[in-house]
């Protein structure tokens, strides 16, 4: 085993720089759980099965703004009430 000696200020200089990253991503993660409790979120593939639709429709259906989403880790997310409001209004139009 190798043994570094460095000096204590040095070691507490690190140690405050991590209490300080561990309370940025706690506090991050405390956002997010904030908004996904809230409401349930439907990834790409949730969202084409209830809709009865390919991943390409819904495309089409972001990209005509008929379908909002959120993105995050570059995988997006559909509220579900968003998806049940489209399902009802398509089927009105029916």
Known sequence: MELIAIPKSVLNELTT????????????SKAYIAIFNEEKWLDNQEVCL????????LQSYKDKGLLSYSKLN????????????????DTQKK
Do not use: C, F, P, W
Request: aromatic share 6%; hydrophobic share 35%.
């Open 17 to 28: 720089e991590l209490d300080e990253l561990l309370q940025l991503t706690t506090d991050a």
């Open 50 to 57: 209830m809709l009865g639709i390919t991943k390409r429709t």
């Open 74 to 89: 570059r995988k997006n997310y559909y509220k579900l009430s968003d998806v049940q409001h489209l399902l009802v209004s």
